[in-house]
């Protein structure tokens, strides 16, 4: 059995322009903030990540003690790690913002 505020709900997501939403300023705006912020960021962290296994592979830089004992190897790896929180605190806050942007392009196109 299907209410009415369902098919009422259903008819409105039916309604929907979306060739006119992807077409928007708003939504166009939207788009580029992303890829402007998700492309470096995923190079630098590819780089970043790779960067690791190809040093210890090609070179012996890496294996030189650093710190007493520990080597440069150690302190890279464990630099990942916390490049790898810092990237996700960062994208976890500046989704925040995207979200906004999101919700005014909701805004302007009610039905």
Known sequence: MVRNG???KK???DATDYTRIANSPSFQELIKKK???II???LFFMVFYFTLP???SYT???NKPAIGSISWAWLFASAQFIMTWSLCMIYSKRAAKFDVM???IIQENKV
């Open 6 to 8: 369902s098919l009422a």
């Open 102 to 104: 999101v919700e005014k």
């Open 35 to 37: 890829y402007a912020f």
């Open 40 to 42: 470096p960021m995923s």
């Open 60 to 62: 012996t830089f890496l």
């Open 11 to 13: 008819k409105a997501v």
């Open 54 to 56: 190809v040093l210890t």
